[in-house]
């Protein structure tokens, strides 16, 4: 393209360098710095005591629970919304509870789950003793996996919206069993999808505090809990950065994992 | 080739959807009870909105957020379209590539990371926390969606008709405004308005750069959650429940109307 406009593109680099690179240096700069600013490990040394490693290893934990089960309920919704007449339509409503503030649908959960909420008052009904659901891992894992269920039905939808669906009759013809088409025709053809699925799902689910705190009663501290507890609790930025450092580096390591391969002939 | 669903499809499908839409039914329902809970209805009433409406700190903290969301849309999508712009016109891939992952990086960033640093930034050059730190934060995460819904656009653009352009005498400025973003305008469109939909949703990374005295929803609502269950949030949730879907609609119908003119031109 002959087009060229320099100093429109300025303000974009500026950003880059401010707003991309710099607080990537600062982090990595702060996590080596101890709560006087002196210039230390320490803080390192201390991500690899056991408080902070069961910690890593619980919020690792917690983050693959909440994929597998969005994973298992949005591979199916997908499937069935490209089945649907007026799939775009219906794909709209999924997608719109995810535009309405994550605050509040977090905050209707206190609601739901209290012990005067519609999920005690129908365990009544069955006969149960109303519990406090609120504040445990159940209704942890249950608010999260509602949160990412539309993120995840998306790149699915879509990865399986772009089949081509002869490959799925050339499958039955040959004389495979539903099963078969979809274990070695439909799934394959739609992983890049899933990937994509599982990184929108898995790195925000290491992070997430805020639902730690509201729902899980501070009981779950996941890595998210932990670098806004440093930072503006504590007032420990170096603890802070070092415990970011770590997230970042499992953020690119899944971000590895997940990358989707776009050039080759495959597909 | 459209297979029927079979019914026990179809309940699968309707209880996802209960599901997806249950809880902000359940806030909109309560929203009108006169008790004070959302356990028990006990009549219906509208006190919570009226609520709302006399609560001139909530009232503030309304105009912020909205402030604050078209705002940063407005400047995330000026620098993000000439960004998209800049990046096609760089010609070394390898550049081009390594630029494209930098944008991408604060796509996939975890929002307390992106937060936390921030934060550190802010304090080591001097910006006071506040809406001014507020602002800029939303524009910088804003920047890379915008980038990634103007960019298909300008790649699906056929070249000869900006070399036509400058050979009939346009100079560069005529080129974007005349040729170009007419063009791209579905992707900007669309790009200012996820801006704007990532702004209204923040949370995490606002709260990091707020500081005393500025708030956004989500930051207040975070707040009245913990101190317990105020129908007045109920309230608040039913008005961003209405703006959420017009918002969509209008968002819905803009789409429809730029693939339409796109189907008549082919």
Do not use: C
Not at chain 2, 19 to 41: E, T
Not at chain 2, 45 to 55: G, I, P
Not at chain 2, 133 to 158: C, D, G, Q, W
């Amino acid at each position: 393209m002959k087009f060229k406009s320099k100093p429109a593109f300025v303000p974009y680099l500026l950003w880059i360098a401010l707003f991309v690179i710099a607080p990537i240096g600062l982090i990595l700069y702060y996590s080596m710095l101890d709560l006087n600013g002196e210039f230390t490990l320490v803080n390192y040394k201390n991500f690899f005591t056991s408080a902070y490693l069961t910690m890593t290893l619980t919020s690792f934990w917690y983050a693959l629970i909440i994929t597998f089960f969005t994973l298992i309920i949005s591979y199916p919704t997908a499937y069935l919304l490209t089945k649907t007449k007026h799939k775009h339509l219906w794909l709209m409503l999924i997608i719109i509870p995810s535009w309405i503030n994550l605050l509040l649908k977090t905050y209707a959960f206190i609601g739901i789950f209290g012990l005067y909420g519609p999920v005690n008052a129908i365990m009544k009904l069955l006969g149960f003793d109303s519990t406090q659901i609120l504040f445990t891992d159940f209704s942890f894992v249950f608010v999260a996996v509602y949160i990412f269920i539309p993120f995840m039905i998306i790149p699915i939808f879509n990865a399986l919206d772009k089949m081509n669906p002869s490959l799925i009759y050339a499958s039955r013809d040959l004389g495979a069993s539903p099963l078969t088409t979809f274990r070695r025709v439909i799934f394959p053809l739609t992983i890049e999808g899933v990937k994509s699925g599982i990184q929108v799902t898995f790195i925000p689910a290491l992070s997430l505090f805020m639902i730690t705190r509201l729902i899980a009663g501070n009981k779950v501290i996941t890595l998210g809990t932990a670098i806004e507890q440093q930072f503006l609790v504590a007032q420990n930025w170096g603890m802070g950065s070092t415990i970011a450092v770590f997230l970042i580096l499992i953020m690119f390591a899944i971000m590895l994992f997940t990358r989707t391969k776009k050039k080759g002939g495959r597909a | 080739m459209r297979s029927q669903l079979t019914t026990k499809a179809k309940v699968f499908l309707a209880i996802v959807f209960v599901i997806l839409y249950a809880p902000i039914f359940y806030l909109i329902f309560y929203s009108f009870n006169s008790g004070g809970s959302m356990g028990s209805f006990e009549g219906f009433t509208l006190e919570h909105y009226q609520a709302v409406f006399d609560d001139n700190r909530l009232l503030v903290i309304l105009i912020n957020t909205v402030i604050v969301a078209l705002l940063s849309a407005l400047i995330a999508t000026i620098i993000g379209t000439l960004g998209a712009i800049g990046i096609v016109s760089l010609k070394d891939s390898k550049i081009r590539n390594t630029v494209l992952s930098l944008n991408n990086i604060l796509i996939v960033s975890p929002d307390v990371v992106i937060g936390a640093s921030f934060l550190i930034l802010f304090t080591m050059i001097g910006v006071k926390l506040g809406f001014t730190s507020v602002l800029i934060s939303h524009i910088a995460f804003s920047i890379p969606i915008v980038v990634l819904m103007v960019l298909p656009k300008i790649l699906e653009m056929n070249t000869n008709l900006i070399d036509a352009a400058l050979d009939l005498g346009a100079n560069r400025r005529d080129v974007l405004t005349r040729v170009m973003i007419p063009y791209i305008k579905p992707g900007i469109l669309a790009g200012f308005f996820m801006a704007v939909t990532y702004s209204l949703d923040d949370f995490a990374v606002t709260f990091f750069v707020t500081g005393n005295g500025f708030s956004t929803l989500s930051v207040e609502i975070y707040s009245m959650a913990r101190a317990g269950i105020s129908l007045t949030v109920n309230a608040i949730s039913g008005l961003v429940f209405i703006v959420t879907v017009g918002i969509v609609v209008m968002y819905y119908f803009i789409t429809m109307r730029s693939k339409k003119t796109e189907g008549s031109t082919q």
